[in-house]
């Protein structure tokens, strides 16, 4: 069975950089074709690709947010991090990480972890 | 990168089918994977690849395409169903970036 779970600040201030762990278990990040991925929720709004590691290292962001985003693998303790700088209020939202896989028949993010409320204030 | 369009809102008689359609030119060439999510929850993955349902999932779940068009279409629909559904597909830049689309409130009357 795997599981992802978010974890970081619920609460963070305009400018600082937020820093959220996905810790999962149930697969490893080393085979062909795995990845995590994160993607956040406004509330009330929809959802919002933000980036994606792969099992070989590779990793890609969304055009929009690539500047502020960083996203590296801890394989050994079944982590990912993803660090986002310049918060600002508008980055208020749900975290979400998720397994993802792809190979010929397609690719998608699945299961999901419960999400995490980051709220961005001063 | 490209955007995935989807109808805000659609509802559906119980028992009845429903469409629900996600627009986007990455969809030429890319399978849409489809995404359940019901209030306060993570979303959940129904549909993936031509039309591929995981484990749990009903048949009355269904997924084709065409074009630019994805669809994903609930036949039969029950009151669980009523939810948020969004589509996901890489955009059409060729550099495996991934886009969502824009969501559709899916009600059962």
Known sequence: QITLKESGPTLVKPTQTLTLTCTFSGFSLSTSGVGVGWIRQPPGKALEWLALIYWNDDKRYSPSLKSRLTITKDTSKNQVVLTMTNMDPVDT???????YYGDYVGDWFDPWGQGTLVTVSS | SSELTQDPAVSVALGQTVRITCQGD???SYYASWYQQKPGQAPVLVI???????SGIPDRFSGSSSGNTASLTITGAQAEDEADYYCNSRDSSGNHLYVFGTGTKVTVL
Request: some cysteine; glycine content about 6%; hydrophobic content about 20%.
């Open chain 2, 48 to 54: 993936y690849g031509k039309n591929n349902r995981p």
């Open chain 2, 26 to 28: 990455s969809l030429r």
């Open chain 1, 93 to 99: 939202a749900t975290y979400y990480c998720a397994h």
